[in-house]
């Protein structure tokens, strides 16, 4: 709403508090979200569904995609600065810090791992444990805990917490970094989301070597480091397979449900509705213990909700995404950060539903709006001339260099 009236009051203003124009990627993100929804809407048509589930699904969609659109227009329009959403998240870093010593004696002092259930779970949801205050949770079959913290489940809470620490890397204040790093570390290891873990291993120092492209010293330290690789290529290969192998076998149980939601998916998806697909998730077998099909992936989950036409509507404005920032991550830190985020979403579409976890990553799809006005300033900056934002503190020149 905020965006929506600084775009109306726009024309009234002066110049220079105006906002700059929508960055192309912000406006492919929001048709591709409304893409999402017509394809709902057909197939809830096709598949003879009815008024009042499209209308529940409608809903539905504006609570879960089409943040993901809302979110990065917001951060496109508004003069927000990220070093503002970083503190933000170093002072929930210092909160989670003061809190942990409670969730950790939890379940050995005897307290319940349900709190409560929030009266807010009347406005509707798709479940209770959106709303439940948890302590703590028991593993299925070897009773030790894990913990999800404000997460509706263990491994979201592992991606909220790669989130915060690629956040909190940027805090300029040693102090609220190392809070916010060591707030962001504890929570991944304390969920226990083996997907946290990789994340944490690969994002950063890939998103770091692609904003250092444009110096030459990435070049000559990647040379020979590319040739020892292709030296070591049949190691490398063993080691992976090893770590694939042990990625899986940690919770074995949880991987063949996954697997087998995943093949009922595509195989419903392509024998039955291909293109617009079935329009609602439906639970499966007692094979997968009657989870929903396409859940915990949000590519098999589009596929089979919403068919090719809503798996394109979330492949194209990501590929976009990934142009957009990278280039800009050459001459900017936001455009790092903003990658960094693509790339974490991307790793968690494959194990995760994007959309029912938006109003947790929002800060992800807020940076990466920033980074598309960022760009807008870098692309209409003239030679010569410092373009700044009304709000932010540092102008863009031409050259990229921050000033």
Same mark, same amino acid.
């Given at each position: 709403?905020?965006?929506?009236?600084?775009?109306?009051?726009?024309?009234?203003?002066?110049?220079?508090?105006?906002?700059?124009?929508?960055?192309?990627?912000?406006?492919?993100?929001?048709?591709?979200?409304?893409?999402?929804?017509?394809?709902?809407?057909?197939? &809830?048509? #096709? +598949?003879?569904?009815?008024?009042?589930? =499209?209308?529940?699904?409608?809903? %539905?969609?504006?609570?879960?995609? $089409?943040?993901?659109?809302?979110?990065?227009?917001?951060?496109?329009?508004?003069?927000?600065?990220?070093?503002?959403?970083?503190?933000?998240?170093?002072?929930?870093?210092?909160?989670?810090?003061?809190?942990?010593?409670?969730?950790?004696?939890?379940?050995?002092?005897?307290? *319940? %791992?349900?709190?409560?259930?929030?009266?807010?779970?009347?406005?509707?949801?798709?479940? *209770?444990?959106?709303?439940?205050?948890?302590?703590?949770?028991?593993?299925?079959? !070897?009773?030790?805990?894990?913990?999800?913290?404000?997460?509706?489940?263990?491994?979201?809470?592992?991606?909220?917490?790669?989130?915060?620490?690629?956040?909190?890397?940027? @805090?300029? &204040?040693?102090?609220?970094?190392?809070?916010?790093?060591?707030?962001?570390?504890?929570?991944?290891?304390?969920?226990?989301?083996?997907?946290?873990?990789?994340?944490?291993?690969?994002?950063?120092?890939?998103?770091?070597?692609?904003?250092?492209?444009?110096?030459?010293?990435?070049?000559?330290? $990647?040379? *020979?480091?590319?040739?020892?690789?292709?030296?070591?290529?049949?190691?490398?290969? =063993?080691?992976?397979?090893?770590?694939?192998?042990?990625?899986?076998? !940690?919770?074995?149980?949880?991987?063949?449900?996954?697997?087998?939601?995943?093949?009922?998916?595509?195989?419903?998806?392509? +024998?039955?509705?291909?293109? /617009?697909? &079935? %329009?609602?998730? @439906? +639970?499966?077998?007692?094979?997968?213990?009657?989870?929903?099909?396409?859940?915990?992936?949000?590519?098999?989950?589009?596929?089979?909700?919403? %068919?090719?036409?809503?798996?394109? $509507?979330?492949?194209?404005?990501?590929?976009?995404?990934?142009?957009?920032?990278?280039?800009?991550?050459?001459?900017?830190?936001?455009?790092?950060? !903003?990658?960094?985020? #693509?790339?974490?979403? =991307?790793?968690?579409? /494959?194990?995760? +539903?994007?959309?029912?976890?938006?109003?947790?990553?929002?800060?992800?799809?807020?940076?990466?709006?920033?980074?598309?006005?960022?760009?807008?300033?870098?692309?209409?900056?003239? *030679?010569?001339?410092?373009?700044?934002?009304?709000?932010?503190?540092?102008?863009?020149?031409?050259?990229?260099? $921050?000033?």
């Amino acid at each position: 709403m905020m965006a929506a009236v600084t775009l109306y009051i726009a024309p009234a203003r002066p110049p220079h508090l105006r906002p700059p124009p929508l960055h192309t990627l912000i406006l492919i993100w929001l048709l591709a979200m409304l893409v999402m929804l017509f394809a709902l809407i057909v197939g &809830h048509f #096709l +598949n003879e569904l009815g008024l009042p589930k =499209t209308i529940k699904s409608s809903i %539905g969609w504006a609570k879960g995609w $089409a943040l993901l659109a809302l979110f990065p227009l917001a951060g496109a329009v508004l003069s927000i600065r990220p070093e503002v959403i970083y503190r933000a998240i170093c002072r929930l870093g210092l909160q989670t810090l003061l809190l942990i010593p409670l969730f950790l004696v939890a379940p050995f002092i005897g307290l *319940p %791992g349900l709190l409560y259930v929030s009266p807010l779970k009347i406005v509707g949801g798709s479940g *209770p444990e959106y709303f439940a205050v948890i302590l703590y949770t028991l593993e299925p079959g !070897a009773g030790t805990p894990r913990w999800q913290f404000f997460a509706p489940w263990s491994p979201a809470a592992g991606m909220i917490a790669v989130v915060h620490i690629l956040c909190a890397l940027e @805090e300029k &204040h040693p102090g609220w970094k190392i809070i916010g790093v060591l707030a962001g570390l504890l929570l991944a290891l304390l969920c226990q989301s083996r997907l946290a873990l990789v994340a944490l291993a690969i994002v950063w120092p890939f998103c770091f070597g692609v904003s250092r492209l444009r110096q030459a010293w990435t070049w000559f330290a $990647a040379a *020979p480091a590319i040739l020892i690789l292709g030296l070591l290529a049949p190691q490398i290969q =063993t080691l992976l397979d090893q770590l694939i192998e042990g990625f899986t076998s !940690a919770r074995a149980d949880s991987s063949r449900v996954r697997a087998a939601l995943g093949r009922i998916a595509m195989e419903r998806w392509r +024998n039955e509705a291909p293109w /617009f697909g &079935h %329009g609602i998730v @439906e +639970n499966g077998p007692h094979l997968v213990e009657y989870m929903p099909i396409g859940s915990h992936h949000s590519w098999y989950g589009l596929l089979f909700v919403k %068919g090719l036409v809503g798996a394109l $509507a979330l492949a194209i404005p990501l590929a976009a995404s990934f142009w957009v920032v990278g280039k800009l991550s050459l001459y900017e830190s936001i455009g790092r950060v !903003a990658l960094s985020m #693509l790339l974490l979403l =991307t790793l968690y579409s /494959f194990g995760e +539903n994007l959309e029912i976890l938006s109003y947790l990553y929002w800060p992800a799809l807020m940076l990466i709006g920033i980074a598309a006005r960022r760009a807008v300033l870098r692309r209409s900056a003239l *030679p010569g001339l410092a373009v700044s934002a009304p709000g932010d503190r540092s102008a863009v020149s031409v050259s990229g260099q $921050a000033e």
